[in-house]
């Protein structure tokens, strides 16, 4: 993943350009233009390119990357002006190592047009919904489980409850509406709520790559979020948990059910007998395959079909595109913001000139400023030649076997 760089280190990059005499590059228009520093960075970076360039408008970012032995440092600069062969630009306020791009961004050709469209089945439900997106594919359901038996799915699901937790329940949010405080957490988060001991504290740490759990400092953001004084969150996480405690509940986990970006109920289990074992991360990994074959069970039998909605392409503006990935933004006001979420697959159309290039990208990261909401890509399905002829078109040379090694891995 990219990461920002800390104040010191960011200098010490900056430094590096101008002393060890480092290429900057820049691509614009199927041409490769490297820049070097011709003087040591200060307020303002100061490039000349390697060949003449067309005027760049002032305030216009340009995405540039370096290479620093063997790690690529990636950034935009703001143009100031252009003059007299040299490109003034503000000196950013941030650079990022450990890139999860393989190649270059580059500004969307004029003559590239690309459409969106999304993946598979869209929905609209009446569940809680969360800015996260789950994918159920048959591959996620165990082969002892059958997803078409939906009351042979929930008794065998049950069973093994019982087999390590002293009391289970499974709630359809269709039915009830999120009202005690755990499941209104729940509901906001798309995260469990996984207490060990009661006679201890929250999680002070999620150990899932996705993150999963409710930890101490969430579930103190999410008591601040109703209220409650930042000088009393501890007193409240106690007295919460005493309570529990006190009525004989000794390890604690609700574990939402996801369909999408929807939260469609939950799994509670509990523990009341001292001498069983607390609920670990084991235990939890099992109750994560039951509510997503659940989820699955409930798909495969119509249960959210009179939800569904035709999915329409759609276009958005393109900030910039690699071979292997893109940018895209989208107004604030847009109703297309609260249908994209972080793991959400896309088909893409990109229409160049002479070819169209259909693939599937996913969307692996997104934010938003005053103005927009930004999502960035990952292309996960595209055909060889196609991926040669982007490459090609993208940065005006020939895609040779070094490249290739660039293109074997994420965005």
């Not at 591959?139 to 087999?163: F, R």
């Not at 939890?284 to 392409?313: I, R, T």
Request: hydrophobic share 35%.
């Amino acid at each position: 993943m990219a990461k920002p760089v800390g104040r010191i280190e960011k200098e010490f990059f900056l430094n590096a350009l101008y002393s060890e005499n480092l290429p900057v590059i820049y691509v614009k228009d199927r041409t490769e233009y490297v820049l070097k520093l011709e003087r040591p960075a200060g307020e303002e970076l100061v490039f000349r390119p390697d060949r003449p360039m067309n005027k760049l408008p002032p305030n216009m970012k340009l995405p540039l990357l370096f290479d620093y032995r063997g790690q690529g440092i990636d950034f935009s600069a703001e143009v100031l002006a252009q003059k007299d062969d040299l490109i003034f630009c503000k000196t950013p306020d941030i650079l990022y190592k450990n890139l999860d791009r393989n190649y270059l961004r580059v500004d969307a050709p004029s003559d590239l047009k690309i459409l969106f469209n999304y993946q598979g089945d869209r929905y609209n439900l009446a569940f809680p919904r969360i800015n996260e997106y789950e994918n159920i594919v048959p591959e996620d359901i165990a082969h002892d489980m059958n997803p078409s038996n939906l009351s042979g799915l929930v008794k065998q699901i049950t069973t093994s409850l019982s087999k390590f937790a002293d009391g289970y329940k499974i709630v359809n949010f269709k039915d009830k509406r999120p009202d005690a405080m755990e499941e209104r957490i729940i509901s906001e988060t798309g995260k469990t709520l996984f207490i060990p001991s009661t006679a201890e504290f929250f999680p002070k740490t999620d150990p899932y790559p996705k993150k999963r759990i409710i930890t101490e400092e969430l579930f103190k953001r999410y008591l601040e979020s109703t209220g409650v004084g930042i000088t009393f969150l501890d007193e409240n996480c106690m007295r919460f948990l005493k309570h529990k405690h006190d009525e004989g509940i000794y390890s604690d986990a609700w574990i939402p059910i996801l369909f999408h970006e929807y939260v469609i109920g939950y799994i509670h289990i509990w523990i009341e007998n001292k001498s069983r074992p607390p609920f670990d991360y084991s235990k939890l990994d099992n109750v994560y395959q039951y509510a997503k074959v659940l989820a699955f069970a409930l798909k495969e039998n119509g249960y959210f079909d009179h939800g569904k909605v035709q999915s329409e392409p759609f276009e958005c503006r393109v900030l910039d595109i690699s071979a292997s990935g893109l940018l895209f933004a989208c107004s604030l006001g847009s109703t297309l913001l609260s249908t994209l979420f972080v793991d959400a697959e896309l088909n893409i159309a990109i229409e160049a000139p002479n070819r169209t290039i259909n693939l599937v990208a996913k969307i692996v990261r997104r934010f938003k400023d005053k103005t927009a909401g930004y999502f960035g890509c990952q292309f996960v399905e595209i055909a060889a030649e196609d991926m040669r002829y982007l490459f090609e078109y993208l940065y005006g040379r020939h895609y040779d076997d070094k490249d290739s090694a660039y293109l074997s891995g994420q965005v």
